[in-house]
C-alpha cells in the first residue's frame, strides 16, 4: 500500500507541468505566497519557505480547470446525443446523425466548443471508412467522461447485437441528460455555497493586515522571536487545515 502511494505521488509529481493557460493560477500562486509570507512571517526567508505552497495551489488549480472542461463538455454531449436522437427519429441513420449533430452543435455552443471539434473528428473518421463504434471508444478515450464512455459501451454493444439503435440511442440520451441536468441544478445551487467559503477564506487574512496596517508594531514580537515564529506557523497551519476542509465540503461531487 505505501508503495502504491509512492508511485502515486511520483507519477503525479512528474505529470506536474505549467501550459500557457496556467499563467493566471501562477500568477495568483505568487501572490498567494507572497501574502501568506508577509502576513505571517514579515520576511523574505518565509516567503520562499512557502514557495512549496504556490506549486500545490497550481496543481489544485489545473485538477479545478481540467474537472470544470469536463463538466462542460457532458453538457454540451448530452445537447449532442439529443440532438442525434431527434435527428434519428426523423430517419437519419447512426453515422449522418453525428454529422447533423456539428451544425446543432455550432449554433448552440459556438464553432471553438470542444463538442464540436469531436464530433467533426468523428465524422472525418466515418469518411475514412472507420466505423463510428471506434470513433466512439477514441473519444471517450479522449475524454475520459464517464457518461461518454458508458454511451460508447452501450452503443458498441448495440450495434454488435443488432438492437434498435434508434430507440437505444433514445433512450441513453435521456438517462444522460437527466443525470447532467441534476448535476447542473447541484452545481447552481452550491454556487452561493461556494461564494461564501472564499469570503470566510480570505477573511482571517484580511484581519491580520488590517491590524497590522492600522497598529504598526503589533506583530513584531511574533515575527522576531522563535516563539512567534512557532505561534504563527501553528495559526499558518490551522488556517490552511481549515482552507483544505472548506474546499473538500464544498466539492460535491455527482
Known sequence: MHCKTRKNWKRRVLSFRISKEDLPSVLRAIIIVCLLGKLFYDSWIGIIA???LGFLYIRREQIRIRKDKKRKLGIQFKDAILSIAATQRAGYSAEN??????????????????IVKE???ITQGLRNNLTLEEMLDAFARRADHADI????????VAKRNGGNMTGIIADTADVIADKIETERQIHVIIA???????????VPLFIILYVGATNQGFFAPLYHSLFGVLFMSAALAVYLCAYLMTEKIIAIEV
Open 149 to 156: 464512455t458508458e454511451f460508447a459501451e452501450i452503443f458498441r
Open 119 to 121: 464530433l467533426k473528428r
Open 192 to 202: 452561493a455555497k461556494r461564494l461564501e467559503a472564499q469570503i470566510m477564506e480570505v
Open 50 to 52: 512557502l514557495s512549496p
Open 97 to 114: 446523425a453525428f454529422g447533423e449533430a456539428v451544425h446543432d452543435m455550432e449554433m448552440l455552443h459556438g464553432k471553438d466548443a470542444d
